[in-house]
Nanobody, 116 residues
Framework: QVQLVESGGGLVQAGGSLRLSCAVS????????MGWYRQAPGKQRELVAT???????NYADSVKGRFTISRDNAKNTVDLQMNSLKPEDTAVYYC??????????WGQGTQVTVSS
C-alpha cells in the first residue's frame, strides 16, 4: 500500500499558476507510474499527466504546453506545475501511483479553482 498526500491547491485567477505536490510514502523507484488526474463537478475523473519510472511523460491534450509533471526520486515527491490556468481547469486534482503489479493508489485530492 502506498500513501499519497497532495498539497498546493487553491484559488487562482485565469492566466495564473499553481504548483501541486504529492508526497509518497515509499520510494518512488518502486512505483511504475506516477500521475495526476482531475475530476470536475458532474464529470468523470480524467488523466492530466503521468510520468513513468524511467521519466517518460504523457499529457492530456488539454494541458499540453501549460502543465509540467516531474518526479524527485530522492525526495519521493511528484509535482505538477500548472501555468496559464483556465476556468475549465477547475477540479479536484488527485495524485496516483501505479505499482509494478498494476495496483492503483490514490490521494485524497486537492481543490483547484480558477476564476475568470
Amino acid at each position: 500500500q502506498v500513501q499519497l498526500v497532495e498539497s498546493g491547491g487553491g484559488l487562482v485567477q485565469a492566466g495564473g499558476s499553481l504548483r501541486l505536490s504529492c508526497a509518497v510514502s515509499k520510494s518512488t523507484f518502486s512505483i511504475k507510474t506516477m500521475g495526476w488526474y482531475r475530476q470536475a463537478p458532474g464529470k468523470q475523473r480524467e488523466l492530466v499527466a503521468t510520468i513513468s519510472n524511467g521519466g517518460t511523460t504523457n499529457y492530456a491534450d488539454s494541458v499540453k504546453g501549460r502543465f509540467t509533471i516531474s518526479r524527485d526520486n530522492a525526495k519521493n515527491t511528484v509535482d505538477l506545475q500548472m501555468n496559464s490556468l483556465k476556468p475549465e481547469d477547475t477540479a479536484v486534482y488527485y495524485c496516483n501511483a501505479k505499482t509494478f503489479s498494476n495496483y492503483n493508489n490514490w490521494g485524497q485530492g486537492t481543490q483547484v479553482t480558477v476564476s475568470s
